[in-house]
Structure formats: C-alpha cells, structure tokens
C-alpha cells in the first residue's frame, strides 16, 4: 500500500505530480528542478 507525501514547505507540484511516495520498505522522492523554496524562484 502507498501514501502520497507532502508538505507545504516546497514548491509544489507543477502538473499531475506527487513530491513523494511511502512504498512501506521504500520512500521515493521526487525534484526535477532546482527552485529555492524562499522565493520559489528557479536557481542556478
């Protein structure tokens, strides 16, 4: 069984995206660009 994970302290999701998934055994996570959760702001 898997649970979405979340939290309101990154960005979020742009697109039908979940930042992370509990498998149980297993946490996978996800980041495909670099964004600075301050300003939200893409970096370099």
């Known amino acids: 069984?898997?649970?979405n994970i979340s939290t309101e302290?990154?960005?979020a999701a742009i697109g039908p995206y979940v930042q992370g998934v509990d498998l149980g055994s297993m946490i996978i996570t996800?980041?495909?660009i670099p964004v600075d959760s301050?300003?939200?702001c893409r970096t370099r």
């Open 1 to 3: 069984m898997s649970r």
């Open 9 to 11: 302290l990154a960005p």
């Open 30 to 32: 996800s980041g495909q």
């Open 38 to 40: 301050k300003n939200r």
